[in-house]
């Protein structure tokens, strides 16, 4: 039996009066584990509804909702001394950030480290703690409304189950990872994560990835990139999926058809009439100033790797050398590069105008522990990636 595998009484913390002696302490230990409960169905951002914290000892069930000086936990999510453990934890970054505006470190990440000893790739927090300690972890609560008060006896222990495990989890997997000298690279992937979870997306360069953006001519890619730079501020405005603004495939309708009165714009299939009359303004003035655009004053036409000649044979001298890298280094192949960073790179070398360099940020497989791992072999292979297409982009220093 595993010392973990108990039910632990939860603390819940609605005062401020409550939260500042838990974080003074929590300046005692070395490692918390973390994970929270949001809410992001309608929503461009999440909305964070509970943060659940294990010392080891007791489980401490934080309301972000009821708490709204939450400076005194920001101080030790930030503090390096103390070790954050969480699974998967993508889109609890992103609600920590939104929410509080700091990001955990240092984060021990076990579904990452899992996935770097060949345990799974994205192996589930549950079906981890059963293939490691053959323990069931009750999911019966995962879709419910974490902003809703008061919590039930029912939600309170579901997230409460959420956390005791990861400490556990992390004593395993950190004693494998240390063995083969692969904590750094958990660190440092989840910092990499936390980055780009906090740099808001450029609002000029999101049309470039809306599906069939690549089929429209200059005219009418300009007015796509006007209109999906004003639909994403729109819903950052009103913290609003961009998708309940109005969808992409309005937005493309829109882009080809360039209305110029409000019966046009009505006549437009994939835009509800509700949207038509609440945007027609902002709507109608971007298709009347893209109507006449010069060819100057557009944005080139995008391309696609798979019109490249020699892309297949790109990515098979890709392939080869990620998996030569990763048999010498022990890691599966996946975890050091998946089929979109692959692309990514490509793209970096080959394309005129690249999303990445736009944005100025940086390639995966040319950065942090994957470029650190990769480096020795790049050169070669820019060298024969060169063959196939001329190269725009060099490499890191060049």
Known sequence: MHPYNKTYEYYYVDKVSQLEPLCAGYLQQRILAIDTEFVRTQTLTPILGLIQVFDGTQVALIDPIAIKDLSA???ILSNQDIIKVAHSCSEDLE??????????????????????????????????????????VDKGESRTDWTQRPLSEAQCAY?????????????????????????PLVYQEIASL???????????CVYMN????????RKN??????????????????NKSVN???????????????????????????????????????????????????????????????????????????KEMIEEVAVSHEIPVAMLASKKQINQLLEWFWFT??????????????????????????????????????????????
């Open 194 to 204: 936390g980055s780009k979870k906090s740099t808001p997306v450029s609002a000029d």
């Open 221 to 238: 890619l300009a007015a796509l990139k006007a209109l999906a730079k004003w639909r994403l501020e729109t819903a950052r405005v009103q």
């Open 73 to 75: 936990f920001s101080s």
């Open 159 to 183: 997230a409460s189950a959420d956390v005791t495990h990861l400490m556990a989890l992390y004593e395993h997997l950190s004693a494998l990872t240390e063995a083969r000298n692969l904590t």
């Open 210 to 217: 809306l599906k069939n953006a690549w089929k429209l001519g």
């Open 244 to 318: 309940f603004v109005i969808k992409e495939a309005a937005l493309l309708e829109l882009a080809i058809k360039l209305p110029q009165t409000n019966q046009a714009l009505f006549e437009c299939h994939n835009l509800y009439s509700r949207q038509a009359r609440l945007y027609a303004d902002d709507l109608l003035a971007i298709c009347r100033e893209c109507i006449d655009l010069s060819p100057e004053q557009c944005p080139p036409k995008l391309q696609r790797l798979i019109e490249f000649s020699g892309y297949k044979q790109a990515v098979l001298v890709i």
């Open 353 to 398: 105008f690249n999303e990445v360099a736009e944005q100025d940020g940086q390639v995966d497989l040319l950065s942090g522990w994957r470029y650190q791992l990769l480096a020795p072999h790049l050169k070669s292979m820019q060298t024969k990636l060169a063959g196939y297409h001329e190269i725009k982009r060099g490499l890191p220093l060049e």
């Open 95 to 136: 609600a920590l950030w939104h929410h509080l505006n700091v990001l955990p470190i240092p984060v021990f990440d076990t579904q990452f480290a899992a996935g770097l000893l060949d345990l799974g790739t994205s192996v589930g927090y549950a079906n981890l703690v059963e293939q490691l300690f053959e323990v069931q």
